[in-house]
């Protein structure tokens, strides 16, 4: 069996990968892990992306799959760069190499980023239950997701404002496009079509990005947490993917 790493999203923990774990753990040796200053990985305060995927590299096998979802997708293209030879493939999902919106480039704008920030440091709870609403919104799922990531954010008594906010601005002053066409390794990256943080227009512009190894998939009743709504079809697309790297 292949290894496969699994790298969660701004505010959550390792946690959130139980809905999937149980039936990827027959297909895949998994290493899920906690992204600095989340979880049981609570001892950071400050960190880049290169200095997040550095610390992680360490932490993984010699040979893997690497999943990152979100802010996740961002550490592990990151760390697929700098260590192409570890990575026998990359997944990415519901992310976006550049989060935040231009006039070139569909993503989150700069005022609605602004409001957020405002609202995590001024009423901490409903800045979390509005984001967590705002990944779940028009799916069929969208009350029981948002209630399940909820509980695992909240369960976490050691998460800090201040790691939020360096996650936040992490998400969104990030831009890896130019990585992102350097990639040479096989490339799975897997969508939303009802997203609201990576609009689903964004898909053909990374499609032109990338180098010509990638498959990408919409999935067209999901929002921004596809392996938590669509359960069984995520799962069916990542052994899909893994069947074709034999």
């Known amino acids: 069996m292949k290894n496969l790493v699994l ?19 027959d297909h895949f040796n998994l290493y899920i892990i ?25 932490q993984i096998p010699t040979k893997t799959l690497l999943l990152g979802w ?3 997708g961002l550490v592990a293209t990151q760390l ?3 260590w192409p030879e570890k990575i026998l493939g990359l997944i990415i999902v519901a992310s976006s190499p550049c989060f935040c919106a231009t006039e070139e480039w569909p993503g989150i704008s700069h005022k609605t980023l602004s409001n957020f920030y405002h ?4 009423n901490f709870i409903k800045a979390i239950n509005d984001f967590i609403s705002l990944q779940t919104i028009n799916t069929h799922s969208a009350y029981r997701d948002a209630c399940w990531l909820k509980q695992i954010i909240f369960s976490q008594q050691k998460l800090s404002v201040n790691i939020l906010n360096i996650g936040l601005k992490l ?41 010509s190894n990638y498959r990408s998939i919409i999935f067209e009743k999901a929002a921004h947490v596809p392996f938590l709504s669509h ?16």
């Open 80 to 82: 697929a760069y700098l």
């Open 34 to 58: 906690d992204l600095p200053g989340y979880g049981k990985n609570d001892c950071y305060t400050s960190l880049t992306l290169i200095q997040i995927a550095e610390i992680i590299v360490n």
């Open 171 to 211: 998400l969104f002053s990030s831009d890896l496009r130019h990585i992102l066409s350097k990639l040479d390794l096989p490339l799975l990256r897997m969508y939303g079509k009802l997203d609201m943080l990576v609009p689903v227009h964004t898909v053909p512009l990374i499609d032109k990005i990338c180098l």
């Open 119 to 122: 609202q995590l440091n001024t």
């Open 231 to 246: 359960t069984e079809l995520f799962c069916n697309e990542l052994l899909l993917f893994n069947k074709l790297l034999n």
């Open 7 to 25: 790298l969660h999203g701004w505010g959550l923990n390792a946690k959130v990968w139980s809905c999937i774990s149980s039936q990827l753990a």
């Open 70 to 72: 979100s802010l996740g």
